[in-house]
C-alpha cells in the first residue's frame, strides 16, 4: 500500500484534479468582478461576460469534478477524510448555484438578472470556493493526498530508506 493517498486520475504522477481546478475558480471568480464592473458602468458588455464566464466556469467544474470524483472513489483513504466531504459538497453546491445564477440570467437577460440575485448568487459561489479550496489544501498539505514525499519518488509507493532502517541526519 502507499504511503500517501493517490491519485487515480492522472496522467503519469501527475494529478488531473488540480491541474483543471484553477479554470472554474478563475471564471467563477471573475463573474462577479464583472457585475459589479456592470453595476459601475452600466456597459451591457460587463454583464453578457459575467454569464459567459459562469458558463465556462460550469462546464470546466463538471471536467474537474469527474477527476475528482475520480479519485474519490477509487482510494478510500480519501473517502475516510472529512475534508474530502467538505471539498467535495461544497463544490456541488457552487455548482448548483452557478446553474441557477447562468439559468436566471439566460432567461431574464444577463442584465436584468445582476441586480440583485445575480451578483448575490456570484458572491456566494465564490464564498464557497474560498472554503472548498481550504478543504483542498488541507486534504494535500495535513493528509498529503497525491504527494510523493521523496526525492525522486516516481509513484505513491513506500520508500525504502538507504540500509533497510530509518534515515537519520547528523549534526555537522
Known amino acids: 500500500m502507499s504511503i500517501n493517498p493517490k491519485t487515480t486520475a ?3 504522477d501527475h494529478p488531473l484534479h488540480p491541474m483543471i481546478i484553477p479554470f472554474p475558480v478563475a471564471f467563477l471568480v471573475g463573474a462577479p468582478i464583472a457585475d459589479l464592473a456592470f453595476i459601475g458602468t452600466g456597459d451591457g458588455f460587463w ?3 459575467a454569464m459567459w464566464l459562469i458558463g465556462a466556469g460550469i462546464v470546466m467544474a463538471l471536467v474537474a469534478a469527474a477527476a475528482g470524483f475520480t479519485d474519490f472513489l477509487n482510494e478510500p483513504r480519501i ?3 472529512n475534508d474530502a466531504w467538505y471539498h467535495m459538497v461544497g463544490n456541488l453546491a457552487a455548482v448548483v ?3 441557477v445564477n447562468f439559468y436566471l440570467r439566460y432567461t431574464q437577460g444577463s442584465e436584468a438578472a445582476i441586480k440583485p440575485w445575480g451578483v448575490v448568487l456570484s458572491l456566494i459561489v465564490v464564498g464557497i470556493l474560498l472554503f472548498t479550496g481550504w478543504k483542498g489544501w488541507e486534504m494535500v498539505y ?3 493526498v497525491a504527494v510523493l514525499d521523496a526525492p ?3 509513484s505513491s509507493e513506500p520508500v525504502t530508506p ?3 532502517g530509518e534515515s537519520h541526519r547528523r549534526a555537522a
Open 152 to 154: 525522486g519518488q516516481t
Open 47 to 49: 454583464a453578457r461576460a
Open 142 to 144: 495535513r493528509y498529503h
Open 10 to 12: 492522472a496522467i503519469g
Open 79 to 81: 473517502r475516510r477524510l
Open 162 to 164: 538507504p540500509h533497510g
Open 97 to 99: 448555484l452557478a446553474l
